[in-house]
């Protein structure tokens, strides 16, 4: 316990210094009672002795001979400053998902190399002849083309032939017609304009034909170039 004393002063003035006692006694009230706070109560003992010296006392009573005056206190709730709460972490940021990565587009086939040009040709308007016959076909299902044969070999259709019941039965059955093309003469005012025609079909040919066929239709695209350029559909 806490233990406060002033210096003894004779009791002829004790009276005196009363007022100034009084307020230290208030002093050691508060100070005794953040002291005492966790018990509840505070006792002060203000004490006398033979001489008039005075002596005030927390806790501790008075020592023989004294004049003891007990005084008992209700100590101040002390405010108490609530612990400090960390917050909480914060969550972890989910984990970034990497992009999926794009399919790479598939690599474009390069066209065809070009055809090297044919020489320009010196022949005169008078020195060139007609251009050869030409022939216009008609298949068997009406498609049309442009050839220098007139009698062109029949070949052979694939059918679908179908049972009693009407069905389709090809799963086991392999069987063809032999077609036909029909083919007429282009007459000789229109032989210009058919062989120009004749020189897009063996270029659309080249460009979307098979690869392993390529050098055949290149040959055949210079020779119906040839065709074009030197007979009288070259003309200026």
Known sequence: MTTFQTTSIQS????????????LLGLMVCAATQVASAQGTVVIY???????????????????????????MEAAPASSTPAFVPPPPAPAPAPVQPAPRRASPPAA?????????????????????????????????????????????????????????GVIESNNVSACEMKTDQCQR???GALCDGWRRR????????????????AEAEAEVQRVTRVVRDSTCGKQ
């Open 12 to 23: 002829s003035r004790a009276k005196q210094y009363w007022l100034p006692a009084a307020a």
């Open 46 to 72: 203000r004490c006398t002795d033979a001489k008039g010296a005075l002596t005030i006392q927390n806790g501790t009573p008075c020592p023989k001979g004294n004049k003891q005056e007990r005084r008992v």
């Open 109 to 165: 086939v390069p066209p065809p190399p070009p055809i090297a040009p044919e020489p320009e040709t010196t022949i005169a308007d008078s020195d060139r002849l007609p251009p050869p016959w030409l022939y216009e076909c008609r298949t068997y299902n009406d498609d049309t083309y442009f050839s220098e044969v007139g009698a062109p070999a029949p070949r052979c259709v694939t059918l679908n032939p179908t049972g009693l019941s």
């Open 186 to 188: 282009v007459p000789d």
């Open 199 to 214: 020189l897009r079909e063996v270029q659309s040919a080249l460009q979307f034909g098979a690869s392993e066929n390529r």
